[in-house]
């Protein structure tokens, strides 16, 4: 429960200030089939659970080294300026923003959006957030049982992305050659593919496919970037914190789940690269937290088409920071970028050869009281439907045991989820 210190509401001095209105609701069982067409979807929703968000009440397009400190900045000040009716009270309830950061600081641009129209799910719980102006026409209350049905694409041809297969393998291996010569422990190289779409590309099919098939990730949609992460960057929820670390990678194949996570569990090569990102994590979360668990090993999370070593980390915030400045603290991890990260850092501006965009950067949302849930933006794809195209990203872990041509199997497995999900409806299962 939220602390009774936060106001509820603030006296009228201006005019057309946002007015931010919670109210429980039904419990509508799915989230996503409630996301109108045509509209700026926001989505973030594990198993069922978590927020959707349609329309624009505000946004901020944001980039630099201070990116996450001016969203924090702008959030505040907006937040100061609403009218606050929340009878809800729980975290993802009143004032909430979605966020997309951009994995490098000076690329364009970072997204924050807060939807005009959001629906909150957890533990049986639903509410409905409006956001109005004052001195407005209210908005009428949307019909939830209008919403028409996601409509699939015609075709789908895929093509390359910005780097040839045979040159970014040949990249894998210069990685290689760096990190055996010392001075780089491991630096994380990803690839894009693009597809051309015919008929609709819907961002509600890619949605309720993805949350279909992989119901332990974390489905979300900001300003085009849609995705299933596995991985959580870190949750707030008043003073606990938690984290979950995956690193280290095989793919389900024709041997049975259980040999292929115990040659996992024994690979050196996995075990490292795993190791690598978990102090990174716990690294960067001690500045912020007490009572830290690290799990002294970790455990093998399995999903549809790959399996994952994972690591989960819970802690107590021992400070006021937000959920927005433990995401800053801990982007970039080893698992997206290496170590030591500077050197890491340089190595994939002179070896990978794309603009990442916002794909391994945090991705998620922050309420008014400074929690929420961010992942890292991982599964996922520029989708821009205006120019009938979709650039998916996969990336994987390089250090000293690595073999470009395993490299290559491990990024085409986690090009798999968005691939599938585009598939027209008359080619699926």
């Known amino acids: ?37 045509d509209a700026a979807l926001t989505a973030w929703v594990r ?14 397009q944001v980039r630099g080294h201070e990116r996450f400190a001016r969203t924090r900045r702008w959030w505040n000040a907006w937040c100061e300026s609403a009218i606050v009716d929340d009878t809800v009270m729980v975290a993802g309830s009143g004032p909430v923003a979605f966020g997309s950061f951009t994995f490098d600081p000076d690329a364009w641009s970072s997204a924050v959006i807060v939807p005009e129209v959001l629906i909150g799910r957890r533990r049986g719980q639903a509410w409905m957030t409006v956001i109005e102006r004052q001195g407005h026409a209210g908005a009428e209350r949307p019909d939830l049982a209008a919403v028409t049905d996601p409509r699939a694409p015609e075709s789908v041809a895929w093509s390359g992305g910005s780097v ?15 990190i055996t010569a010392g001075g780089l422990d491991k630096v994380v190289l990803a690839r894009d593919v693009i597809a051309h779409v015919t008929g609709p590309l819907d961002t509600r099919y890619l949605l309720t496919n993805l949350a279909a098939r992989y119901p332990s990730c974390w489905t979300f949609a ?24 995956l690193a280290g990678t095989v793919r389900r194949g024709d041997a049975p789940d259980a040999s292929l996570a115990e040659a996992l569990l024994s690979s050196g090569k996995d075990l490292e690269e795993h190791e690598y990102a978990v102090h990174s994590v716990a690294r960067a979360l001690a500045a912020h937290c007490t009572d830290l668990e690290v799990p002294p090993s970790p455990h093998v999370l399995t999903l549809a088409n790959v399996q994952h070593l994972a690591t989960d980390i819970t802690g107590r915030l021992a400070d006021e920071a937000s959920v927005l400045s433990l995401a800053a603290s801990l982007h970039p991890t080893a698992a997206v970028c290496g170590t030591p990260t500077e050197r890491a850092l340089a190595a994939i501006g002179e070896l990978e050869g ?25 599964r996922c794809a520029e989708v821009r439907p ?9 990336g994987c872990g390089i250090v000293a045991g690595s073999d470009p041509d395993r490299e290559l199997a491990e990024s085409t497995a986690k090009l798999a989820p ?12």
Not at 386 to 394: G, I, L, N
């Open 386 to 394: 205006v120019e009938s195209r979709v650039r998916a990203f996969a």
């Open 164 to 178: 040839p297969v045979e040159a970014w393998q040949a990249s894998v291996a210069e990685a290689v050659r760096r």
């Open 354 to 378: 794309m603009d990442r965009g916002r794909y391994a950067g945090p991705v998620g949302w922050f309420d008014a009281q400074g929690d929420g849930e961010f992942g890292i933006a991982l």
């Open 47 to 60: 198993a069922g659970e978590g927020l959707v968000g349609w329309g624009v009440a505000a946004e901020l």
């Open 222 to 245: 900001v300003d085009g970037l849609v995705g299933a992460t596995p991985e959580l960057l870190v949750r707030r929820t008043g003073d606990v914190v938690s984290s979950r670390v």
């Open 1 to 37: 429960m939220r602390s009774s210190a936060a106001p509820l509401s603030r006296a009228v001095a201006t005019a057309d200030r946002p007015v931010v209105r919670t109210r429980p609701i039904p419990d509508p069982t799915s989230l996503l089939r409630l996301l109108p067409e």
């Open 418 to 429: 968005i691939r599938e999900a585009l598939v027209p409806s008359d080619q699926s299962d």
